[in-house]
């Protein structure tokens, strides 16, 4: 093997196991946000409940060490957090966009107050215990496929096999034909006999949960360590991969590959050294996202039909 | 109120003290009122450009970007115009109506995109326009690290030269003539609204879409010139902070601003001239909250969080009554039945 190629394969290798690590947490807030969207309701407070999930499972592996347990109180956060959220979607009937989008500055505010309360002001901020990519046997050894599929951590295929079980529960299930019933004529789901709001209750605290886990995600198998500016945006981008995968987990399960991809290669093209300015390649998904829900390619024909409606029974 | 009492108990502080502390500095001093009225202007004016776009109907959430590209292409002019320069300087009676116009255009363009998104190909602009805050602050950040870096540590660029700078007005303060732009421009959107037949036009469209299109408005004009004005004062927002604050470009010079003109909008329930009022008590309690970090050592994100949930009563006590009460924000100048239906 010659030098270049040898360089290349490495490039490639690197950029594909990124690829797939950097999609993860959003590919699992995109999974329970397609729950919340079947259902009727765009939780745009996906955003605030990662940031609390993150702090909630770096919090609590700092004082327990514990990471599984750190995993389910930030799921258990994400739950509580998207109470209040379903109360304002779905009892009080708010805007979604603006319960959803003023929830997300409270969730900041919070993260931030706790986490000063806890740690006090230090500067050096503490990093703790995470996943560790799994060493499979003979599979992980295999060239190019076995550090890229085989090397990941147990978050990641925890995730791919949620997205399977979402596909299950969504379109072979007799819950998830009602969940979207409720999203798609929740007038006509109302006299089957199924009860609308409990419904989007559902979608919008299955969302959260997975939006909690998915900061714990991010926490506890990539960054290691909590900052404010840690989501910075993953929530929204996880809401384009909703749309860009048609509302079909396993469609969005590739469109999150998609974007970690394009994530991914922003950060191999840095460590490579290139002329071109960091942050035009930063801009990548968000430019991706943007173009992918443009309506360029469709879309609207496929979206819940009542999405953003809330539903007044007569 | 009585949950952020709590908070404040939690941090070992009195809650009277700390909220004479949040009020105390920003209404009852002459420099702290000063203060106010500098974070007044951008709220305002952000504040306006959602009640413009969200009353046609286009669900606007980027103003955070519309202030930067606003910003930036006004220090740009700013820097362009500087002594010295190719242009040379040119007398503030001409630089400030082009300095307006400039920030107005690309806060404008740089919304009318999304528009034009929506408008064209039914793209989905909530999610577009937050998304397009992250590459206005991309191309911010390229811009004071590349091409408009001054030699320094900081990504920042040169002050602007002083010609450029919004007069102060209240003499001892920093206060500054953006606040009086903000004044104008919320008249100026009061009377698009309600007395002009655009204004009414666009009202119908953010009503009822179908409506509007049966009595022969063209709906995607109508969207995408909301989206240009919303934009745009979002941009003139960009326009006061650069040129009336800080007097150069920075990095994070938006700080959440885009976001918190929205919330402003919404609790002064999309009325343009409700808005200078209630924008003046938050830009307040900004500067109010960091007096309060400096005296109680609370941390001012408690702020954040005492606004969230103030905007979260609000609309459920709202949601909840259900038309049954006509909350006037001002007794004497009650808006047209037309305006409170539309808020809802």
Request: glycine residues 12%; proline residues 5%.
């Amino acid at each position: 093997m010659s030098g270049q190629q040898f360089a290349l394969t490495a490039f490639v290798v690197t950029w594909l196991t990124a690829s797939l690590r950097l999609a993860g947490p959003v590919l699992l807030a995109a999974l329970g946000e397609t729950f919340a969207e079947q259902s009727g309701v765009l939780n745009i407070g996906i955003e605030g409940t990662i940031l609390l999930g993150a702090l909630t499972s770096f919090l609590v592996t700092l004082y327990t060490g514990m990471i599984w347990v750190s995993l389910l109180a930030a799921v258990v956060v994400g739950i509580a957090a998207n109470l209040l959220l379903a109360w304002m979607y779905v009892t009080v009937r708010a805007s979604q966009v603006v319960a959803g989008l003023v929830f997300n500055v409270l969730a900041l505010g919070v993260a931030s107050a706790v986490y000063r309360k806890a740690l006090g002001d230090s500067a050096v901020p503490e990093s703790i215990a995470m996943f560790q990519p799994l060493h499979i046997p003979f599979f992980g050894k295999l060239p190019v496929i076995g550090p890229v599929l085989f090397g990941q951590t147990i978050l990641f295929y925890l995730t791919i096999a949620l997205a399977f079980a979402s596909n299950f529960v969504l379109f072979r299930t007799n819950f998830g034909l009602a969940l979207r019933a409720s999203g798609e004529n929740p007038a006509a789901a109302d006299s089957a006999g199924i009860s609308v709001s409990r419904m989007r209750y559902a979608g919008t605290l299955i969302s959260g949960a997975a939006a909690g886990m998915a900061g714990g995600y991010l926490v506890l198998a990539q960054v290691g360590l909590f900052r404010e500016s840690i989501v910075s945006g993953q929530g929204f981008i996880a809401l384009g991969i909703v749309i860009f995968g048609r509302w079909h987990p396993l469609k969005a399960t590739v469109a999150a590959m998609v974007f970690g991809a394009c994530d991914a290669l922003q950060l191999s093209l840095q460590i490579f050294g290139t002329h071109v300015p960091p942050q035009l390649l930063l801009a990548l998904p968000y430019i991706v996202t943007i173009l992918a829900i443009s309506g360029l390619f469709g879309g609207k024909a496929v979206q819940p039909a009542a999405l953003m409606t809330p539903y007044v029974k007569d | 109120m009585l949950v952020t009492s709590i908070l404040f108990l939690a941090y070992g502080a009195s809650p009277l003290q700390a909220y004479f502390a949040l009020f105390h500095e920003p209404f009852a001093t002459l420099r702290g009122f000063g203060y106010s009225l500098v974070r007044t202007s951008p709220l305002a004016l952000i504040a306006l450009g959602t009640i413009v776009s969200w009353r046609s109907g286009f669900a606007y959430l980027g103003f955070e970007g519309c202030f930067i590209i606003g910003a930036s292409a006004t220090a740009w002019l700013a820097l362009l115009t500087a002594p010295g320069t190719r242009l040379g300087p040119i007398p503030f009676s001409l630089f400030l109506p082009l300095a307006i116009l400039f920030g107005f255009a690309a806060g404008g363009v740089w919304a009318g995109l999304v528009g034009l998104m929506r408008a064209r190909l039914g793209g989905n602009e909530v999610l577009i326009s937050l998304m397009s805050n992250y590459i206005a602050v991309f191309i911010l950040q390229y811009l004071v690290s590349g091409p408009m870096r001054a030699p320094g540590s900081l990504p920042e660029t040169r002050l602007l030269p002083r010609g450029t700078w919004l007069p102060f007005i209240l003499p001892g303060t920093r206060a500054h003539a953006g606040i009086l732009i903000a004044i104008a421009a919320a008249i100026l959107v009061w009377m698009l609204l309600q007395k002009m037949p655009l204004g009414y036009e666009l009202i119908v469209t953010g009503f009822n879409a179908a409506a509007a299109r049966y009595a022969g408005i063209d709906v995607g004009r109508r969207i995408l010139l909301a989206a240009f004005f919303a934009g745009g004062l979002g941009g003139l927002a960009g326009m006061a902070e650069v040129l009336g604050s800080q007097h150069r470009l920075m990095d994070g010079i938006s700080g959440g601003v885009g976001f918190v003109g929205i919330v402003v909008a919404l609790l002064a329930r999309l009325n343009p001239i409700a808005v200078i009022p209630t924008a003046l008590l938050y830009g307040g309690m900004s500067v109010g909250a960091d007096a309060m970090q400096r005296r109680a050592d609370i941390p001012s994100s408690i702020t954040f969080i005492l606004q969230s949930l103030t905007v979260l009563l609000v609309l459920a006590f709202d949601a909840l009554r259900y038309y049954k009460i006509n909350l006037h924000v001002f007794p004497g100048r009650t808006p047209p039945p037309a305006a409170q239906e539309v808020s809802k």
